[in-house]
């Protein structure tokens, strides 16, 4: 199968790439729209209807109407000479409200290309109702809800235009405002940090460009990974966006950007898999046709880069199995774009290569002479093999001291808010001056009949003084019933922020203590709100940990037993690049928690790092081991054998681990994934610079062929070309 797809591919390149220019032009254009009809915004939406939270939401939706993709802003409205509001101010702001509130908001566009009229037009209507004075009348807040996802850009155009809108019609008033909440907070971080954002990915674009251009000494192959890869990640989102509409599956906002990170990190990796085989190859027979040494190249990596596919493909399917639907959709999804990153791979590239030849290495004239017999490479190579066991311990002692930093780590289930000092945390700490934390975002106590009786605000009086009563609840709204009188809203406002741990812990803790105590006869209540949520989601994620790891660890080794034919490495492997993602996950918790002070790791943080870190991990100790086995069916000592492997594949390992780490260090710029990315970063080159190309070596150099038991304890005499007819490998 996989010569014919590399075969077909390199004999009809044209054809090929040409399909996939229309697939991905045609695609790159409908996506937005796709998405937009399979992505959710809210968290809660994701936990099964069983959590507490989840059947609050539920009953908020169908009851109350509450839009499930709706995001709110509180806007403070206060004098700007300081003064105490007085009634006429009053009367004007809610004139001016009720004004706003009838305003359609155009959604900006950046530019009237045809592409644009495929965008999702987020224009709409915002509702406005106020919510609450601050004692002494200081300010006046207002609740603004807004319909879409605060990570996407058309809603925080519109919220942009919204604000300066308010900003204006109030100024003239005499007042100023002031905006806070998830979306406020996320546009003022993203505006804060424009000019680094749009440097620093494009000074990470040009380091990735630089180093190809170094390695390859070629603009053709400088140029070519990210754009080829480009391409069919373009193809990929499509997939993706057409298997969730055909199955239903609901996808988290966030899910698209994480696949293009992602593709765009292997893809670029099993490119430079490619070319370096590709330049060995032409290197060594420079008489032979440049395409069939495409057609033989791709062959062979072809099987390697499968094999590794297939390991990422099995780890992220397991996140099917988790409780959290924001892992169950997120794990099929990145399966999805890598089974056709791994399809573009066995056919785009090797056309690319057949269509460009040699002509791939203009314009150096150095590119495509044999290499040097000594080089660093060999150096290590030589090291490794010389002193392996010092070289083994130096290695694990380094993972382990990183390691270390697990002792006492926690979870944070905080929902990425900035701890920059952005406008909107200014306005959300001048509300917290006045009024309890949690007025702009409240925890919610949803309470339907299941008697048949109606409900009245004295048949809840009760729970409402129940819950005034529990400590840390700051204040409680009035009941609010709904259109039939079956269900009833009791909004509370905690003094805690709604994003703290102190927050989740009342919630999850004595507020359902209080329901649980005093909700009456014939009724069933549930609590609502942010932090109820993220206690839920830190309950199924502690869950969902317990299963997906053991079962993503054994379907990664049974395609490593499968691939390698050995019982030994496989287990070697295994257990090597677990260390690799104990020390990744250590030196995070070290960071961040223990020397930067923050609450602890992101919650999804030690679940993707699993996945990426063991599965992209094991992509170079395939490479690694696949070639160690190669060289060890020749004649001559193991050590001998290591040191050759070592020589040939570093410098595509150490090119493409620097690739995918450069792909994980632009998140970094992405507002809350400062963790993800530094942790991403630091794990791909544990993996690719000491796990790969020192700890796995020196193992197999003590080892030997005993490695390969119970297959290979022998080389195979006269077998000097077998290697030739072996899959993957660089030499």
């Known amino acids: 199968m996989i010569r014919a797809l590399t075969g077909y591919s390199t004999t009809h390149p ?80 809610e004139a001016e409200a009720a004004k706003l509130a009838k305003r359609r908001v155009i959604m900006p566009r950046e530019d009237d290309g045809p592409q644009q009229f495929l965008i999702p037009d987020r224009s709409q209507t915002p509702r406005i109702a106020p919510a609450m004075t601050a004692p002494g009348g200081s300010f006046q807040l207002l609740s603004v809800e807004l319909v879409g996802n605060r990570a996407d850009k058309g809603v925080q155009g519109v919220y942009r235009t919204f604000r300066d809108a308010a900003r204006t019609r109030f100024a003239e008033a005499g007042m100023r405002t002031g905006f806070t909440g998830a979306l406020a907070d996320t546009v003022d971080t993203i505006d804060s940090r424009k000019i680094v954002t749009t440097v620093g990915s494009g000074i990470i674009m040009g380091l990735i460009i630089l180093l190809n251009v170094l390695v390859f000494r070629s603009v053709l192959a400088a140029l070519l990974p990210p754009l080829a890869v480009a391409l069919i990640g373009f193809v990929a989102a499509g997939a993706v966006a057409g298997a969730a509409m055909l199955t239903g599956l609901k996808l988290d906002a966030s899910t698209p950007g994480l696949i293009n990170v992602v593709l765009l990190g292997i893809g670029i990796d099993y490119l430079l898999f490619l070319l370096f085989r590709f330049r060995e190859h032409l290197r060594e027979r420079p008489e032979q046709s440049a395409r069939e040494v495409a057609a033989q190249v791709s062959a062979r990596v072809g099987a390697a880069i499968t094999s590794a596919a297939l390991t990422i493909v099995a780890a992220f399917a397991t996140l099917g199995l988790a409780t959290f639907g924001q892992f169950r959709s997120m794990g099929p999804a990145i399966a999805v774009a890598v089974l056709v990153m791994m399809i573009g791979s066995l056919t785009l590239l090797p056309a690319l290569l057949a269509a460009a030849g040699r002509k791939m290495f203009w314009p150096s004239r150095t590119a495509l002479r044999p290499e040097p017999g000594v080089g660093r490479a060999a150096r290590l190579g030589a090291l490794v093999t010389r002193r392996p066991l010092t070289m083994l311990t130096v290695s694990v002692a380094l993972l382990a001291a990183l390691a270390a930093g697990l002792i006492g780590i926690h979870m944070d289930y905080g929902q990425g808010g900035s701890a920059a000092r952005t406008p909107a945390a200014a306005t959300a700490a001048e509300i917290s001056r006045a009024l309890p934390a949690g007025v702009s975002d409240p925890t919610s106590v949803y309470v339907a009949a299941k008697d048949g009786r109606a409900l009245t605000t004295d048949r809840l009086d009760g729970l409402s003084r129940a819950l005034s009563e529990v400590g840390g609840v700051g204040q409680t709204a009035p009941t609010v019933l709904n259109q039939d009188h079956s269900a009833a809203r009791i909004d509370l406002y905690p003094t805690a922020d709604p994003q703290s741990r102190q927050a989740r812990d009342l919630a999850s803790g004595p507020i359902r203590a209080a329901v649980a105590r005093h909700t009456p006869a014939g009724t069933t209540a549930h609590v609502g709100g942010t932090p109820a949520v993220v206690a839920d989601i830190s309950t199924a994620v502690d869950h969902d940990l317990t299963i997906v790891f053991p079962v ?171 290697r030739n007819h072996l899959p993957g490998g660089n030499r």
């Open 14 to 93: 044209w054809k090929v790439i040409a399909l996939w220019a229309v697939l991905g032009v045609a695609l790159s254009a409908l996506t937005p729209t796709l998405f937009d009809r399979v992505t959710q915004n809210q968290a809660g939406d994701f936990l099964p209807r069983g959590y507490d939270s989840a059947a609050a939401l539920h009953i908020a939706k169908e009851r109350f109407g509450v839009n499930p993709d709706a995001t709110t802003v509180t806007m403070l409205v206060a004098r700007s000479d300081g003064e105490a509001l007085t009634a006429p101010d009053r009367r004007r702001i």
């Open 552 to 722: 993503a660890a054994a379907l990664i080794a049974l395609i490593l037993l499968l691939l390698l034919r050995s019982l030994l490495a496989p287990l070697i492997l295994m257990l090597s690049v677990g260390l690799g993602f104990a020390a990744t996950l250590g030196a995070a918790a070290l960071l961040f928690q223990h020397v930067l002070g923050e609450p602890g790791v992101g919650f999804t943080l030690p679940l993707v790092l699993f996945l990426f870190v063991v599965a992209l991990g094991t992509d170079y100790n395939i490479l690694i081991a696949d070639r160690i086995r190669e060289e060890m069916r020749r004649s001559g000592t193991a050590r001998a054998a290591v040191a050759r492997a070592v020589r040939h594949t570093t410098p595509a390992i150490a090119t493409a681990g620097l690739v995918l780490a450069a792909s994980f260090a632009s998140l970094v710029t992405s507002p809350g994934n400062e963790q993800i990315a530094f942790a991403m970063t630091l794990g791909i080159m544990l993996s690719a610079l000491v796990v790969s190309l020192v700890l796995v070596p020196a193992l197999a150099a003590l080892l030997g062929r005993a490695v390969w038991w119970p297959l290979l304890t022998e080389p195979r005499a006269g077998n000097r070309s077998a």
